[in-house]
């Protein structure tokens, strides 16, 4: 990689050390993020800071670490998970040809084995189909991968037919070629309507004695043998010592935005009572996001006509950018997009469909990513479509994200203000979404905060305390309506966050209704709303909590014949109400 990244940092690229994150500036991404010591010294080398620094590399106080992640002030995102920088990369582009027309561009330097993930190819079909001329991925083909060799090991006209395939323009070059490397990232940059792909045939170990070309030496320090490779590397170099190198000036054409005060355009606008899906009102909140800041933008995976993404294109179709059936790209997408603070970005699909990106979403908290994600078609109320489309697993999921939010809202009102909550939160925010219509339950002027959860209804005479989310909270409402007439008050929390959950509610008002909770949900148990409650009540003494959830593979059919057979409507919460007392 040693000329590839000389090329592109002292000739190609276009940055300045003093700003590295600017906006108008040359993104580059190492996707194949093992490679970090070379980044570093790049940047080093580049005047950021001092080379003497390199030797913190790996050491438990530096920003040094194994893998490059945004604690260093010249990362965009953490890589290291292979196949995802490409996907990201794809997500800058975009923003960059598309939102801020400016003249920046980005480059990708990819495996050759990182790119046997399918999400590379994800990423290469989305980056032609949007034709974006300003991505420059370069693949390093050095024909081995971490424990053998790659599937095409040196094959470089498999790796050009299938670039050319996939609508990208391929140059193959020598990449220990200087002079090759140059020409082809002049190349990429006049290429116009379609990516490029510099695939550079390679030799891992280049020129080190021994080494080069050999198996078992993939991510091994040198020992001894350093020592000797150093001094053979030296006797080949003409002009060592030659430093003071500096980085090509950028043009700084990026407009200049701030996206940290969106809010809705106007207020939540139903009455009480009225049945509108969650769903519908994510779409609402976005085209009231939408309307106030063209920074807004949403993305889906094709299924914006269900999660209703599809509303911000009433506001202007360039807002949404269709990502197709590819998850994983999808998140990755987001994760680009949202880099450097130039958009505000939700991406949607059924909330089951995030599960296959979870590595992805994972790598966005390591990425101090803001995205957000909204999943609709949560729990068995979707109904007939079955169990593959149920979101079951989606708040274990998204709570086990470091520093996320968690937003479960129970109406059109509260969801709206989670979508404009979650505009302007920090961290990964997840939105889970339902499919079927419920009711109204706030007043439009309602302010919900995250953390704080809402009574939704309470009495002196509280025997047990209800806490629900979504559907399974208006299964509470009923229940407290069939309990009411035997003589039983039961108090109803509707937390509103998962994460952060307000504990404080929790225990302030099941100490007022007898200390007996019942928690209710549309998920499976495990790492659901259930476990949360029990979690926030670990160390409390003298709480009684019933959990009611779902426990096995659901079958097709109706919502309410779903709810009655996994036990989580009204009357499996009378039920339970009752066994606790
Ligand atoms: C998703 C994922 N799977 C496995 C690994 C472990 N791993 C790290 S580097 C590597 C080999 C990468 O090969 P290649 O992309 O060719 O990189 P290079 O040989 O140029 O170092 C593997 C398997 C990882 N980091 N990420
Ligand atoms: C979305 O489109 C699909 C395919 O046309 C259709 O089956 C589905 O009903 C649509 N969904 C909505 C919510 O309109
Ligand atoms: C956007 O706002 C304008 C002005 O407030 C309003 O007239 C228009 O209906 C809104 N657009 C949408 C799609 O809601
Ligand atoms: C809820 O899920 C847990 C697993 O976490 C399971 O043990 C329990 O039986 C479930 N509750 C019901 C009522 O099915
Ligand atoms: C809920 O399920 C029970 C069976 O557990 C069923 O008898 C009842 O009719 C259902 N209640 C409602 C309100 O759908």
Known sequence: MAEIISVLFFNTMRYDTSSPKHPSSDRFVLSKGHAAPILYAAWAEAGL??????????????????????????????????????????????????????????????????????????????????????????????????????????????????????????????????????????????????????????????????????????????????????????????????????????????????????????????????????????????????????????????????????????????????????????????????????????ASTFATFFTRAFDQIRMGAISQSNANFVGSHCGVSIGEDGPSQMGLEDLALFRSIPGSTVFYPSDAVSCERAVELAARTKGICYIRTSRPNTPVIYENNHKFEIGKANVVQESDTDKVLVIGAGVTLHEAIKAAITLKKSGINIRILDPFTIKPLDKAAIVKNAEKAGRQIVVVEDHYGEGGLGEAVCGALSMETDFRIKRLNVSEVPRSGPPDALLEKYGINSSAIVQAVLQIL
Request: proline content about 4%; aromatic content about 8%.
């Open 49 to 346: 800071f001092p080379a003497s620094d390199l030797l913190n590399l790996r050491k438990i106080d530096s920003d040094l670490e194994g893998h490059p992640t945004p604690r260093l002030n010249f990362i965009d995102v953490g890589t290291g998970s292979l196949g995802q920088g490409l996907s990201v990369g794809c997500g800058m582009a975009y923003v960059g040809k598309y939102y801020d027309k400016a003249s920046y561009r980005v480059y990708v330097l990819v495996g050759d084995g990182e790119s046997a993930e399918g999400s590379i190819w994800e990423a290469l079909n989305f980056a032609s189909y949007y034709k974006l001329d300003n991505l420059c991925v370069i693949f390093d083909v050095n024909r081995l991968g971490q424990s053998e060799p790659t599937s095409l090991q040196h094959n470089m006209d498999v790796y050009r037919n299938r670039m050319a395939s996939f609508g990208v323009n391929p140059i193959v070059v020598d990449g220990h070629d200087v002079g090759e490397l140059i020409k082809a990232f002049d190349e990429a940059s006049k290429t116009s309507g379609k990516p490029t792909a510099i695939i550079a045939k390679t030799f891992k170990g280049r020129n080190f004695p021994g080494i080069e070309d050999a198996e078992n030496w993939h991510g091994k320090p040198l020992g001894e043998k350093g020592v000797q490779v150093i001094k053979h590397l030296e006797s080949l170099m003409k002009n060592s010592g030659a430093h003071n190198l500096k980085p090509k000036a950028f043009t700084d054409d990026a407009p200049k935005i701030d996206i940290s005060s969106i809010k809705l355009a106007s207020e939540p606008d139903y009455k009480i009572g009225d049945k509108v899906a969650t769903r519908l009102a994510y779409g609402n909140a976005l085209i009231k996001l939408a309307n106030n800041s063209n920074r807004i933008i949403a993305l889906d995976g094709d299924t914006k006509n269900s999660t209703f993404s599809e509303k911000i294109k009433n506001v202007n179709p360039q807002q949404y950018i269709e990502c197709f059936i590819a998850e994983q790209n999808l998140v990755g997408i987001a994760m680009g997009a949202t880099c450097r603070d130039r958009v505000v970005a939700f």
